[in-house]
């Protein structure tokens, strides 16, 4: 890829850790709920529209399977897209993008229709989004960023809860047409979130400093050089290997109590319990891991989160009761929680604050891959041997499996650093920082009084000096 001047984040800006990316988290959370519920929520008007184009429910479900590719698969895309242009114009982009593909959708004629419409552009609009605000969240906290990513990780199973009694809500007032209408113009809220995102301001520089300044380096749009560093190698592969089994649970949990016999009301309640666990679990387990000594061995953290929701899978493959299956869904909604509060906050400590726009794209698009074989991969073995056990029997070991590569990969193949800076630009920055922070009250007195003596000698050489706020003392 050609190289660009590329939105990397001001140097030199240490970031605030509260302040405006208060209004940055809160952003995050609209925007996480929005892109992880959405595919989910329109499910509810599955029924409407078999009814009206004639088709089957395999026909349907491809609506969600493409909102869910176009959200993963697009992560180059976004890489390309921020590093170009900027999180904030990006993100402003997206939200027109996702509300026109809805808005659109509800004048469809045929169910292709709706695929391009509420699948690609829709899909396009809150990959736009997605990623560009977990940028955004990276630059803004760094003490605070664990519990930063577990607040913002809470907004999927809110947004779960919220959406899909609301899209029942709005198909029996207005049908489908009227629903995807109205989702359409709450769509329109990314944008708002986008606006939300403000630039960090690198700090001003003098006359002097100028000039090396315009001499930075310029970075790439998409920077492969992320898979020279062997631990981002090992979370991607592990990443990829997570996601065919952690989604397959609660796709066919509900199934699985229907097929014990039990009514459909009770069976979907399963969804309400897991959900209503998943948005504690992830703040919480936001807040462990911003702890002290937890925060350095964070990826052992991630996976005991792993291998604990792969243990989960298997247990709940011996349900034989409602009981059994509400005992699952409470520690699946804990273990769950843990790996979605986990996940990106993980990429950040690997790849830092630099490379992490093009190390997300790559991660997603290599994880889009493995969403799009995990659920139907498993539906095909149910379809074979006609038994639950297998399919959360296979998923338990798919996600312990990943847990695994991921620790061992770790223990073994990364050699132990202190916490040091990804590269000798942030190195040079922070040391710039500790500087101006250890700068005591008599050194801005010489400092202030070298500048005097500087603009008094000053005239001798240039003639007169001009004053203004920014060279008078």
Known sequence: ????????????????????????????????????AFPKAVSVFFKELIREFGIGYSDTAWISSILLAMLYGTGPLCSVCVNRF?????????????????????????????????????????ALNFQPSLIMLNRYF???????????AAGSPVFLCALSPLGQILQHEYGWRGGFLILGGMLLNCCVCGALMRPLEPPKKSEATKEPAEKKVKKKLLDFSVFKDGGFVIYALAASIMVLGLFVPPVF????????????????????????????????????????????RCVYLFSFAMIFNGFTDLMGSM???????????????????????LQFEVLMAIVGTQKFSSAIGLVLLAEAMAV??????????LDATGRYMFVFIIAGIEVTTSALVLALGNFFCIKKKSEEPHTKEEAAEREELNKSEEKTPEDAKVDSIEVEQFLKDEPEKNGEVVTNPETCV
């Open 1 to 36: 890829m050609g190289a660009v001047v590329a939105d990397d984040g001001p140097s030199g800006v240490k970031a605030p850790d509260g302040g405006w990316g208060w209004a940055v988290l809160f952003g995050c959370f609209i925007i996480t709920g929005f892109s992880y």
């Open 86 to 126: 900027g999180c904030r114009p990006v993100m402003l982009v997206g939200g027109l993008f996702a509300s026109m593909g809805m808005v659109i959708a509800s004048f469809c004629t045929s169910i292709v229709q709706i695929y391009l419409t509420a699948g690609v552009i829709t899909g396009l609009g809150l």
């Open 319 to 341: 349900s034989v009761d409602y009981g059994g299956l509400v005992v699952f869904c409470i520690f699946f909604g804990i273990s769950y929680g843990m790996v979605g509060a």
């Open 253 to 296: 949990v509900v199934s699985y109590a229907k097929d014990l016999g039990y009514q459909d009301t009770k069976a979907a309640f399963l969804l309400t319990i897991l959900g209503f666990i998943d948005i504690f679990a992830r703040p919480i387990c936001g807040m462990v891991a911003g702890l002290k000594w937890v925060r350095p």
């Open 142 to 152: 760094d003490k605070r960023r664990p519990l930063a990513n577990g607040l913002s």
């Open 372 to 381: 799009l074989i995990g659920p139907p991969s498993a539906g095909k073995l």
